[in-house]
């Protein structure tokens, strides 16, 4: 973080110009400093790179390559994740092909396949996704666990059920069971996960580039009614999860009180509770200071995910071990 002093001309003229309420544009100068802003802000202006993610449960990463390529699509492999293609050129609406239908593939954001995909769930475990639908996640969980093993998805909202039903059916998940349920009420189940993912409701900060609107639609109460939230749902995640087990969070925003200072705070809580350092390192460093408070050093294992370093939506991912 680089913190400077802008003044309030410079503020409120880059939220004029980019369409922000001010007080986001202070905080992106506060946190990254002017450079980084101005390259972020530029970089939600463009759409977001296309990418698909092949189900293994029912494609190779090869057949479903050469399938859409004979239909003149171009496709590039990803370096982070084997089986996910970026949609270089697209001569027909990659969500309306029979291959989708089939689900041969999920249309998902290359950072939002790196939750899944870093928590690596395996065969015969107890698998828990605290904040399910739509299921681009959930299905992703079940390929990973070849449909073997327990998948307990839970979704709160119930009128976004249908939707994961939907996504489970047509790629082929038979491992799972959905729950309507409140998650900050998850020991109430009486489950000890092995793994559990979490990927936070958030303010969404970092999905401008496919939302615009958001760009105005959230005051720092938001924020700030959003971390309660998270906080619950992270202390009852650690509490069903079983000694030795992984939970890993994460959020589609790119504000510290969304994540670093939510992980700060429950670490300063829980004695018995960690954050692992990945194996791959893919994105920055997370915080490890905020508004001059020194936060926990192993944050740093945490990773943040940005438009205008690495071409995906905004995103944030840590991993914590409980012993």
Not at 118 to 126: D, F, Q, Y
Not at 203 to 215: F, N
Request: hydrophobic fraction near 35%; include cysteine.
């Amino acid at each position: 973080m680089v913190p400077i002093a802008a003044s309030r001309e410079e503020i409120k003229r880059l939220a004029e110009e980019y369409g922000y309420l001010p007080y986001m544009i202070s905080r992106y100068l506060d946190l990254f400093g002017k450079t980084e802003t101005l390259k972020m802000l530029e970089a939600n202006e463009r759409p977001p790179a296309r990418w698909i993610r092949t189900n293994t449960l029912k494609i190779t990463p090869e057949e479903l390559r050469s399938r859409l390529v004979a239909k003149g699509f171009t496709l590039e492999k990803s370096e982070w994740i084997q089986y996910a293609f970026k949609v270089v050129e697209e001569p027909l609406n990659i969500g309306s092909l029979h291959e989708y239908l089939q689900g041969y593939y999920y249309i998902q954001d290359l950072a939002s396949m790196l939750p899944p995909h870093i928590l690596n769930p395996h065969s015969g475990e107890i698998i828990i996704d605290m904040a399910a639908s739509p299921g681009g996640k959930s299905t992703h969980l079940a390929q990973l666990m070849n449909n073997d093993g327990s998948l307990i998805l839970i979704e709160r909202n119930k009128k976004r059920i249908p939707a994961l039903e939907i996504n489970i059916r047509r790629m082929g998940v038979s491992n799972s069971i959905i729950f309507n349920f409140d998650s900050r009420n998850l020991t109430k189940l009486q489950i000890k996960a092995d793994k559990i993912l979490l990927d936070a409701p958030c303010t969404g900060e970092g999905l401008i580039q496919l939302d615009p609107l958001r760009k105005k639609s959230k005051t720092y109460k938001d924020i700030t009614k959003m971390t309660t939230i998270q906080e619950k749902l992270l202390q009852a995640g650690l509490n069903s999860l079983k000694s030795g087990g992984q939970l890993l969070y994460s959020t589609c925003s790119i504000a510290p009180e969304e994540n670093e200072l939510v992980i700060n705070n429950i670490l300063n809580e829980k004695k018995n509770v960690e954050i692992k350092q990945l194996e791959q390192t893919l994105g920055n460093e997370g915080f490890t200071m905020m508004n001059n408070e020194v936060l926990n050093r192993k944050l740093k294992f945490s990773q943040r995910f940005y438009p205008h370093i690495h071409n995906t939506i905004g995103f944030y991912v840590c991993l914590l071990v409980k012993h």
